[in-house]
């Protein structure tokens, strides 16, 4: 999909810098020292005053960079301490033979050394570089490394962590122990799967990429993308000829008694995503409050609306839908038998609850939001498990519903039924307001109105939802965002 980057995980990046040893014959230690070097660039523009470093290096390649980075460091007038888990005698080749370099510099190397002594190195130091595990690790750190991360949550000055924070999976973002809180993260030849899916995106700070020198022509593909606002260019733009017809038109299930607001948001985020027509079918008795909120989207009374099903582009089921039995049945008889194009959101997830595979049976795959409360019930696990492991959850439900799955977050993650997943970084804390999924829901379902496919569909629809909720906290400030401004923020951030 354009305006994506790739995301590596630790074994696809193991793979394209074999081919780039073994095929174009370029020596490890030299992408070693183009990793320290590019890092230490990096550190010394962000920190010019910098006046000395500590550096934790493990036993691994990550160390090895680390010792670079303490060479140059050291060349740039830094006081530099280094300290070494275990022995000099465990380490790589390449890695021994930046530490003989560091060691004849008389930079100093304190070697097994103990969680105390480090902490005390910390706190003395203007930055800290995290170089101890790397992304090969992945598991939960032995004690003694635990300890060894946990001194490091005494640095006084920034922490710097190299490719990804130790103790993060840098495969999954999963983090089963201790792991390092990092300011900073400088991630070698591209971004990892563990710098962008929760948890690990949080404990990897700013997050930037640095050049080591393997060409282009060795990339390996990769099951996992970054989105930016450069995939809304393929977002169809409206004809001149267009009627509301053509521009595309959304039907929204939803609006129990009690829960008429989110099917309007819906419906109103809808429109303003380029919907032409929106339609709402809710119960008899919440007609009106729905219709009270605002004009446009037409609202029918059940089960007549049901007759609009085959004229809409676009079903949104789920809204404010509500627990009631016979709501449940005539959602989930819908999301499975309807042709169509189909979000499914909401109270509408929670009748497939156990039973996803029910959706398989479509031909066309339906989209599907849950957070991570709703995904649990999907998935017959808690909601912890869920928030521990997101990037199986949503695989795993897409696999087994045969379906495009959004599952939301600040790492919002879209998952085809291959295993393909696209991150939406979305760094808006305030979009964690009550009837933000229902205009993230009406996004979609006019895109896919709009004739776009489900997966890019699904994208778009967050990252302009993203956008939206940027521009709405630009506004009103990070913390008083309603649904209602994310909505009317909504036509800009499409054209962003």
């Known amino acids: 999909m354009n305006g994506t980057e790739a995301a590596y995980t630790a074994a696809e990046m193991r793979a394209v810098e074999t081919r780039a040893i073994d095929?174009?014959?370029?020596?490890?230690?030299?992408?070693?020292?183009?990793?320290?070097?590019?890092?230490?660039?990096?550190?010394?523009?962000?920190?010019?005053?910098?006046?000395?470093?500590?550096?934790?290096?493990?036993?691994?390649?990550?160390?090895?960079?680390?010792?670079?980075?303490?060479?140059?460091?050291?060349?740039?007038?830094?006081?530099?301490?280094?300290?070494?888990?275990?022995?000099?005698?465990?380490?790589s080749a390449d890695s021994r033979t930046n530490f003989d370099i560091a060691a004849r510099l008389r930079i100093p190397i304190h070697e097994r050394i103990a969680p105390a002594r480090l902490r005390r190195g910390v706190r003395r130091a203007d930055l800290v570089v995290d170089a101890l595990l790397g992304t090969g690790f992945s598991g939960r750190p032995r004690p003694g490394a635990e300890a060894l991360i946990d001194a490091v949550s005494a640095a006084a000055g920034p922490v710097v962590s190299l490719d990804v924070p130790s103790g993060v999976d840098s495969s999954t973002g999963c983090v089963l122990g201790a792991a390092v809180e990092a300011d900073l993260t400088v991630s070698f030849h591209a971004c990892k799967v563990g710098l962008v899916v929760a948890p690990g995106r949080f404990h990897a700070g700013t997050v930037t990429v640095a050049e080591i020198g393997i060409p282009p022509q060795i990339e390996e593909p990769t099951t996992v993308s970054v989105a930016g606002r450069d995939v809304l260019a393929e977002v169809p733009r409206r004809s001149g000829r267009a009627t509301k017809y053509s521009a595309g038109s959304v039907l929204v299930l939803g609006g129990a008694p009690g829960y008429a607001g989110a099917p309007a948001l819906t419906a109103l985020a809808a429109l303003r995503a380029g919907a032409g027509i929106v339609w709402v079918a809710a119960p008899a008795d919440t007609v009106a409050a729905i219709a009270a909120h605002r004009p446009e989207p037409i609202v029918r009374p059940l089960p007549d609306a049901l007759e609009l099903v085959e004229r809409a582009g676009a079903l949104a089921i789920g809204p404010g839908l509500g627990r009631d039995p016979g709501a449940l049945e005539?959602?989930?008889?819908?999301?499975?038998?309807?042709?169509?194009?189909?979000?499914?959101?909401?109270?509408?997830?929670?009748?497939?609850?156990?039973?996803?595979?029910?959706?398989?049976?479509?031909?066309?795959?339906a989209v599907l939001t849950p957070h991570e409360?709703?995904?649990?019930?999907?998935?017959?696990?808690?909601?912890?498990?869920?928030?521990?492991?997101?990037?199986?959850?949503?695989?795993?439900?897409?696999?087994?519903?045969?379906?495009?799955?959004?599952?939301?977050?600040?790492?919002?993650?879209?998952?085809?039924?291959?295993?393909?997943?696209?991150?939406?970084?979305?760094?808006?804390?305030?979009?964690?307001?009550?009837?933000?999924?229902?205009?993230?829901?009406?996004?979609?379902?006019?895109?896919?109105?709009?004739?776009?496919?489900?997966?890019?569909?699904?994208?778009?629809?967050?990252?302009?939802?993203?956008?939206?909720?940027?521009?709405?906290?630009?506004?009103?400030g990070p913390a008083g965002i309603i649904a209602g401004d994310v909505i009317e923020a909504l036509p800009a951030s499409f054209g962003a």
């Not at 039973?355 to 049976?361: F, G, S, T, V």
């Open 373 to 476: 409360g709703e995904m649990g019930r999907l998935l017959g696990q808690p909601s912890e498990w869920v928030r521990e492991n997101r990037l199986e959850a949503v695989r795993r439900a897409a696999a087994d519903a045969q379906a495009v799955v959004l599952l939301k977050g600040a790492d919002t993650l879209v998952a085809e039924p291959d295993g393909t997943v696209t991150a939406v970084p979305v760094d808006v804390p305030g979009l964690a307001t009550a009837g933000s999924g229902d205009v993230l829901t009406g996004a979609i379902a006019a895109l896919l109105a709009r004739g776009m496919e489900p997966r890019p569909a699904a994208v778009c629809g967050a990252v302009a939802h993203g956008l939206a909720g940027a521009a709405a906290a630009a506004g009103k």
């Open 23 to 91: 095929e174009l014959g370029i020596p490890g230690i030299v992408l070693m020292e183009r990793a320290g070097l590019a890092a230490s660039s990096e550190l010394l523009r962000r920190h010019p005053d910098a006046a000395a470093a500590t550096i934790l290096c493990g036993a691994g390649n990550n160390g090895g960079d680390g010792f670079v980075v303490a060479r140059h460091l050291h060349a740039a007038g830094l006081a530099v301490e280094v300290f070494l888990t275990g022995a000099a005698s465990r380490l």
């Open 330 to 365: 005539q959602a989930r008889n819908l999301a499975i038998r309807h042709a169509g194009p189909v979000v499914v959101d909401a109270d509408a997830l929670f009748a497939f609850a156990g039973d996803l595979a029910q959706l398989a049976r479509r031909r066309l795959p």
